[in-house]
């Protein structure tokens, strides 16, 4: 996998995170969710995630104008943004279906929501890449220079 790809693949791994978070009711209190075992509850979750669309959404108007696009790239960019949003139908395990599975059909199951996680993946690849041809050499080192930021946020180091 070439080096420019893992800012956005794991930029699609923390969408894909966020949708699983929508679709999955937090823990409840002795399951070790928060402090002291104790959830944060719908409201708190929910401007949380209103909060994390924002930012998203706003780092793609920042990106979008720094690339400065022409009108012909505009259909890359549009599959590109609509890839990259979290999806609804991404689930996470249902923990009390989970305990009521002998290993096998958990194994099973599991198999099934990683295969669905990886299909999801490839579209968002797949956007990327297509992207990533519709810009221009000076376009690309501009988006580069703004997805490998991404890591830098995260404490990792920046690549030259």
Do not use: C
């Not at 893992?6 to 928060?34: D, E, F, H, N, R």
């Amino acid at each position: 996998m070439k080096p420019v790809f893992k800012p956005l693949l794991m930029a699609g791994l923390l969408s894909a995170l966020a949708a699983v978070s929508q679709a999955q009711p937090m823990p409840g209190p002795g399951t070790g969710a928060g402090v002291g075992g104790a959830a944060p509850n719908a409201e708190m979750r929910a401007q949380h995630r209103q909060k994390m669309q924002d930012h998203w959404a706003q780092r793609q108007v920042d990106l979008k104008a720094k690339l400065k696009l022409a009108p012909e790239q505009e259909g890359a960019w549009t599959n590109f943004t609509a890839a990259m949003k979290p999806r609804a139908d991404m689930q996470r395990p249902n923990r009390a279906e989970m305990e009521q599975l002998n290993t096998p059909a958990r194994l099973d199951k599991m198999q099934a929501l990683r295969a669905q996680h990886n299909a999801a993946m490839d579209q968002r690849n797949a956007a990327i890449r297509a992207l990533y041809a519709a810009l221009t050499p000076e376009q690309q080192k501009v988006f580069d220079a703004q997805t490998r930021r991404a890591d830098h946020h995260r404490g990792e180091p920046r690549k030259s």
